[in-house]
């Protein structure tokens, strides 16, 4: 890092964050498949304060927002601290039912849909692609806006990185958010949000007024580990690391746990979800090998 650069990170940065990061993550997201510029992200606090300004930048006391369950739970915290009214929809392993979502519309109005299409925290599925473009599709045509929280997508099992909704989207309908929390280090507090230009320029105001900008240090920081391949050897490093944690996992819930705790392989992320059923089934059979 030459002085110039060094001072220039030690200063305010615009609040949309640091130039040179901005673009490596608009080449990364392009190669991902998606339509993107550096102008098309802000930095933000981590995936939490990403969240955060959504909610704040698009919604107001006593709208609806759909959110599924399970899910991470200080998305729903943070909705109820803002008074928000959540509507669950159950995820499956495809993700959840757009007929639900549709009959739900016909009784109430909703404005924001948060989930996560890839790596899906805590059931580890990933929507298939059908569905993601239906669901994009739907909601282009309701103006129902969906945030699609990718900090888990790039910690996939099944070969390969699966799109994300963004990729589906033409009109500007899905904002995507990610970090390097789950794929690096939480600490670095480092996270974006892909959204198009006039939402930008409104989320831009919120952080102005909030903390200004991400500390520079960590977002240059940031942009070199993106740019030197590092960052990428690690990821693929954390992908054997899990699966075979994740076969470790498997082995012993299918030797260990009674019949009736259901769970599947998940695609990706660092979950393993196990379903118990709602009875006092466990407690009576806590002792016993399987199967009852
Ligand atoms: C699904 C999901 N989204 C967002 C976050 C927040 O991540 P960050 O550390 O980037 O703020 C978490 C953290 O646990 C998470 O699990």
């Not at 001072?7 to 490596?24: D, M």
């Not at 990718?150 to 099944?158: A, D, G, P, R």
């Not at 259901?262 to 002792?287: C, Q």
Request: charged residues 20%.
């Amino acid at each position: 890092m030459s002085d110039n650069e060094l001072k220039e990170a030690l200063n305010y940065l615009h609040s949309k964050g640091h130039t040179e990061l901005r673009k490596i993550l608009a080449i990364r997201l392009r190669q991902s498949g998606q339509e993107v510029s550096a102008s098309n992200i802000i930095v933000t606090g981590g995936a939490q304060q990403a969240i955060q300004l959504l909610f704040y930048g698009l919604l107001s006391a006593e709208d609806r927002v759909v959110i599924e369950e399970p899910t991470h739970c200080h998305v729903v915290c943070l909705a109820k601290m803002m008074r928000l009214k959540v509507i669950p929809l159950r995820r499956t392993k495809e993700g959840f039912s757009i007929d639900e979502l549709e009959s739900l519309l016909k009784r109430v109005q909703v404005r924001l849909i948060y989930t996560m299409s890839c790596s899906h925290n805590p059931t580890g599925t990933n929507m298939p692609e059908r569905k993601k473009e239906a669901l994009v599709n739907f909601c282009e045509t309701h103006g129902i806006t969906i945030v699609d929280d990718t900090v888990f997508s790039e910690l996939q099992y099944i070969g390969f990185s699966p799109r994300t909704l963004r990729c589906f989207d033409s009109r500007g309908c899905v904002v995507e958010i990610g970090s390097l929390s789950k794929t690096f280090a939480p600490g670095l507090r480092i996270g974006w949000i892909i959204c198009l230009r006039p939402l930008v320029e409104k989320l831009v105001v919120l952080i102005d007024a909030q903390t200004m900008c991400v500390p520079g240090i960590t977002q240059l920081f940031a942009a070199r580990l993106l740019s030197s391949g590092d960052y990428d050897t690690h990821v693929d490093s954390l992908i054997q690391l899990y699966k075979t944690r994740r076969s470790i996992m498997e082995k012993a819930c299918n030797q260990l746990l009674p019949t009736f705790v259901k769970y599947g392989l998940p695609d990706g992320g660092y979950f393993f979800w196990l379903e118990f059923p709602k009875t006092n089934t466990l407690t009576r059979n806590l002792n016993c090998k399987r199967p009852f």
